[in-house]
């Protein structure tokens, strides 16, 4: 029997997407046909690295119309990060007397080191000048990879270092893989406003994964020179509202079990706020020319009313 031959079949590849996270899923599907119409099915399409390793293989399944479709194969990308060319290689073959040669595609895409996003949380409102003070760090990678042990160094308005750490073993509760740590730094000696950033360098041991950062404000203020204390009842029950929101600015707290807040603030004239969930806010302006003590009533917020605050 007479062998016809056909030539090269023509083949297209798609990818999942052209950039991917170093180590994460890659999508590949191809799509071959003949240009005599053959019947293709059964044939098999590899995957091959630079190498011309076979990184898998998946037979030619039903005609869309317009060609045969491979079913999609899932592959790790590399963890070394760059442009990456592949080749989709379906091998030479015969089929009722119609001989075809083997066919090569080549495509490419691009692995990228893991993004990390930086977050702060937990500094506080105003910061004496020259004392020390505390702030939470958190570092998430973009794949939920890992991160024990990364290291965190916090850089003030001058960008010298003034405090480093590492990521614990943990992630912040309700979160997920946001691992954490605390910081500790000394406030600047100078009242003002100040823009400070926490860093995390690039990695390329293992998973590769790109620096991070986060820009915070630092609010110094000078040494106090009294004490404010704030009292927060319902004005119904006369029962104390744990937790309410106190804000002097800049200074900010919240009320105890007792329904008592304590701020120390430079003497002054203040906006009082005073506002707890389910009631309608205070604000009132006081004089601190000594220690104060301020009572504030709040009335529970009328049925079915929205609180935007």
């Not at 740590?181 to 950033?197: C, F, I, N, R, V």
């Not at 995390?200 to 404010?228: I, L």
């Not at 200074?251 to 120390?264: F, N, V």
């Not at 389910?278 to 079915?304: M, S």
Request: glycine share 8%.
């Amino acid at each position: 029997m007479a062998v016809r031959t056909h030539g090269q079949r023509t083949c297209t590849v798609e990818v999942s997407a052209s950039e991917v996270d170093a180590g994460a899923e890659l999508t590949v599907s191809a799509f071959v046909s003949c240009p005599h119409g053959c019947d293709l099915t059964g044939q098999r399409v590899s995957i091959r690295n630079p190498d011309g390793a076979e990184l898998a293989s998946a037979g030619l399944t039903a005609f869309d119309g317009e060609a045969h479709v491979m079913s999609a194969l899932v592959l790790p990308a590399p963890l070394e990060t760059g442009e990456h060319i592949y080749r989709a290689v379906l091998a030479a073959a015969e089929k009722d007397g119609v001989a075809h040669e083997e066919t090569t595609t080549a495509f490419c895409f691009v692995t990228k080191a893991h993004a990390t996003s930086v977050n702060v949380w937990g500094l506080p409102s105003a910061i004496t000048a020259g004392e020390r003070f505390a702030l939470k760090v958190g570092v998430k990678c973009s794949a939920g990879c890992k991160l024990t042990g990364r290291p965190l160094r916090i850089f003030d308005h001058d960008g010298a270092q003034v405090g480093n750490t590492s990521l614990l073993d943990d992630i912040w509760p309700g979160t997920t893989a946001l691992y954490f740590s605390e910081l500790e730094a000394q406030a600047p000696l100078k009242a003002g406003d100040y823009k400070w950033q926490v860093r995390t360098p690039a990695s390329e041991q293992g998973v590769p994964h790109a620096a991070g950062s986060f820009t915070f404000p630092v609010k110094v203020v000078s040494p106090p020179d009294y004490e404010v204390t704030v009292a927060a009842f319902d004005s119904a029950t006369q029962t104390p509202i744990n937790g309410a929101h106190v804000l002097l600015h800049p200074y900010r707290t919240s009320t105890d079990e007792t329904g008592m807040a304590k701020i120390k603030v430079t003497r002054g004239r203040y906006k009082l706020f005073v506002s707890g969930f389910n009631y309608t806010p205070y604000a009132g302006n006081i004089d601190v020319a000594a220690d104060v003590t301020v009572k504030v009533e709040l009335a529970v917020e009328p049925e079915g009313q929205e609180d935007y605050r």
